[in-house]
């Protein structure tokens, strides 16, 4: 098939890219650079440099799925830079379905988040579960939702909301163990922690994100779905940094800066349940401990 990744200089596209290949695919990569690296891009696959508020509609005539991450992934920054957050993920978004539309591509896969259930009262947490975003961020990815949706419903497409836990692994340029990562190198003597450590999540490895995202793909009967990909584990955040610290041989004194988010718009409590894309014959292959010690070996 011929596809398209929106974001696939980034860090799960790029995943999702090389899988697509490693399939057979005649894949394009879309990305502006504007954090995606060119190194990532697998050299099979095609890189054109557009930006997707642009009309794509001539780069994307013929194509039988488009996968679209291109996002800003910042949860923080959508704090600070609300509007930005909005043109990057709602606009761009809303823009990007136009060109699809014109181009008359009929399916798209939409990388959503976890993020926009908020602080969910149920755990593990279904797709039926009521959307309340507690950031930004989140607000706007349920925004590309529903543009999705009304674009199946309007023209015809068939599509995807792919609703991400935590997802972690080489390169990966954001997160809590990029984070933890990168103090450690600087000081090994002490690490700040955001928060209290008691935020409590659930994290996937990208090979498991990717894995999810083909199966959706391939098997999903209605025109319009949302899946959550996670796994069925929790980790606290100080349960993390004693993981890391383990694995690197550190034995740094860890000061927490003690407030119960470790940032405005941070849940402190996410686990999925991923019952309908595991329905779909999906399942998390690498435990958390292992995802980790892969993750860490990839960033030295
Ligand atoms: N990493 C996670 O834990 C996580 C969790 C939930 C959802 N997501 C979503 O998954 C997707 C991928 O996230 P990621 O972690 O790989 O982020 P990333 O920043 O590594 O990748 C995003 C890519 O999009 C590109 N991009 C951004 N704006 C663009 C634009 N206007 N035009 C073209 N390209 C543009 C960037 O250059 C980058 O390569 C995003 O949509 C993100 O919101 C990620």
Wanted: some cysteine; hydrophobic content about 40%; charged content about 20%.
């Amino acid at each position: 098939m011929k596809v398209a990744v929106t974001g696939g200089a980034g860090f799960i596209g790029s995943h999702l890219a090389d899988a697509l290949v490693s399939e057979g695919h005649e894949v394009y990569v879309i990305d502006n650079l504007v954090t995606g690296k060119q190194e990532n891009v697998n050299e099979k696959a095609i890189f054109m440099k557009r930006d997707i508020h642009h009309d794509l509609s001539n780069e994307l005539e013929g194509m039988d799925c488009v996968f679209h991450l291109a996002a800003n992934p910042d949860v923080k920054s959508s704090a600070t830079d609300p509007m930005g957050c909005f043109e990057e993920n709602v606009s761009g978004t809303l823009m990007l379905l136009e060109s699809c539309r014109k181009a008359d591509v009929k399916r798209i896969v939409f990388a959503s988040t976890s993020t926009v259930y908020g602080e969910a009262k149920v755990f593990p947490t279904p797709e039926s579960h009521p959307c309340a975003p507690i950031s930004n961020y989140g607000a706007s990815k349920l925004a590309g939702e529903a543009f999705v949706s009304s674009y199946c419903a309007t023209y015809g497409m068939k599509g995807t909301s792919m609703r991400f836990a935590n997802i972690y692994g080489e390169r990966s340029t954001h997160g809590v163990m990029y984070d933890f990562y990168h103090k450690l190198m600087h000081d090994s003597k002490r690490m700040e922690i955001l928060g209290d450590g008691r935020q409590e999540k659930s994290y996937l490895h990208v090979s498991d994100c990717v894995s999810g995202i083909m199966a959706a793909w391939k098997k999903q009967d209605a025109q319009y779905d949302v899946f959550n990909v996670g796994s069925h584990e929790k980790v606290l955040v100080s349960e993390i940094a004693a993981l890391m610290c383990r694995i690197l041989g550190l034995t740094p004194e860890l000061n927490y800066t003690g407030t119960p988010r470790g940032w405005a718009g941070d849940s402190r409590l996410m686990l999925l349940d991923c019952a309908k894309l595991k329905a779909l014959g999906w399942k998390a292959g690498l435990g958390f401990e292992n995802g980790v010690r892969r993750y860490i070996q990839g960033l030295k």
